[in-house]
């Protein structure tokens, strides 16, 4: 079970750098535009629109392109090369239009690292029984980044200033370039190993993929959850401090302790979703969010709010965890772009989630929770309507007659389910 994991242990450290770049700035975007670069409400909606915006279409691009190449390792260190170019700006820069030309182009680009990771990895776990479990097991490696990381940034920022959280970030994205250059393979290794001549084996060969309709309703609902998911997180500081009256510390400590959690709790979604269908899993996950976004909402203490990080860890989990590999089930002849449908939901909720948040200096930060709670019980709605109609891959059974010319009988297509 573990020899796949081990395989990827590359991919797992370029996940875990990338994972801290991420954590350390994300959380803090908001309050960087507000306090550092003094930005107006007006400005930082158009820097939380634009940023995501960008970084989708640079994204399904590069996405769509990728499935075309031999190997994705190229990719892989140019977009870690490109992150590490626009934090190293971003770290000294502070003239507003300046930044928002870094975000469009060089943090755009540098976004498409984390699908083609998925999809390399997707690519060499074809066949796989632990295809799930390795997946989910990379995806715990950006929760795990998130335990230091916010609280991290919240003592870099005590100490100095933003220079130092994106002169980390530059470090940990130069990191990832480097692991990529030496570790990752060109060649993607495949998942079932060689047999012996005159032996059988048996391998997956890819399904069909499923219909635009189910596609576009699962990854609307993607979206949604990620814009509820982005408002709780950007919000969270500023909810601490205007309506609790809590500090920057205690964000950073609750950010932190729902990522701990996150880790075995995805870890153990994993491995259920070898016994129990990974849909049934997956639809728990907006029901989860809904019930966090009415606890926060109400909340009048800062112990209530990290009590609740129970429930957002487990919904994180089941959603961020699983939910790759959902999508790329849903069109496995393309691991690429799936891999940059199911990221691309959260620049795209991001984007939603922008002017919300710009508005809730106005309304609010209680009403910015509530607006989540609503916006995961449609999400909920969509995923119910998005059901699946296609079977799993085939199988093809396969006797090796020699080293080098093996004879393949390939099963029937699969059959509609309803």
Same mark, same amino acid.
């Given at each position: ?27 803090? $975007?908001? !309050?960087?535009? =507000?306090?550092?670069?003094? #930005? *107006? &409400? %007006?400005?930082?909606?158009? @820097?939380?629109? +634009? ?48 930044? $928002?030309? !870094?975000?469009? =182009?060089?943090?755009?680009? #540098? *976004? &498409? %690292?984390?699908?083609?990771? @998925?999809?390399? +990895? ?297």
């Amino acid at each position: 079970m573990f020899a796949p994991v081990r395989r990827h242990v590359p991919l797992a450290l370029v996940f875990l750098c990338v994972g801290l770049a991420s954590a350390m700035a994300v959380p803090f $975007l908001t !309050l960087f535009l =507000t306090d550092a670069v003094r #930005a *107006s &409400a %007006l400005q930082v909606t158009i @820097f939380l629109i +634009a940023a995501p915006l960008s970084s989708v279409v640079v994204s399904m691009a590069m996405g769509h392109w990728s499935d075309r190449l031999p190997s994705r390792r190229g990719l892989i260190i140019a977009t870690a090369v490109i992150g590490a170019v626009g934090a190293l700006l971003t770290a000294s820069v502070r003239d507003f239009w300046i930044l $928002l030309a !870094l975000t469009v =182009t060089a943090t755009a680009a #540098a *976004s &498409a %690292l984390v699908p083609q990771v @998925f999809a390399h +990895a997707r690519v060499s776990l074809q066949g796989s029984p632990h295809a799930v479990m390795t997946m989910t097991t990379l995806r715990t490696i950006l929760s795990l980044s998130w335990v230091g990381g916010p609280f991290l940034a919240t003592v870099l920022l005590s100490l100095g200033d933003f220079v130092a959280v994106y002169g980390f970030a530059t470090a940990m994205y130069v990191i990832a370039a480097l692991v990529a250059w030496r570790m990752i393979p060109a060649n993607v290794p495949a998942a079932v190993g060689a047999t012996e001549p005159g032996s059988s084996s048996v391998t997956v060969s890819p399904g069909r993929d499923e219909g635009r309709r189910v596609i576009v309703l699962t990854i609307a609902a993607f979206v949604l959850l990620q814009c509820t998911g982005n408002l709780s997180l950007q919000a969270l500081p500023l909810f601490l401090r205007d309506e609790v009256q809590g500090g920057l510390g205690e964000a950073g400590l609750i950010l932190g302790l729902c990522a701990a959690i996150e880790i075995p709790l995805m870890l153990g979604f994993g491995l259920l979703a070898a016994r129990y269908r990974l849909r049934l899993l997956i639809l728990a996950g907006p029901l989860l969010s809904l019930a966090y976004a009415l606890v926060v909402a109400t909340a009048t203490d800062t112990w209530q709010i990290a009590a609740a990080q129970l429930i957002n860890a487990s919904a994180i989990a089941l959603l961020q965890g699983l939910g790759i590999s959902y999508v790329q089930d849903l069109v496995p002849s393309r691991p690429g772009h799936a891999s940059t449908l199911f990221t691309s939901a959260g620049p795209v909720g991001a984007m939603l989630a922008g002017p919300i948040l710009g508005a809730a200096q106005g309304f609010g930060y209680r009403e910015t929770y509530l607006i989540g709670a609503a916006l995961a019980a449609v999400a909920f709605v969509l995923f119910v309507l998005a059901r699946p109609t296609l079977t799993g891959p085939r199988i093809i059974r396969t006797t090796t007659v020699s080293s080098r010319r093996p004879v393949e009988h390939p099963q029937p297509e699969p059959q509609q389910v309803g």
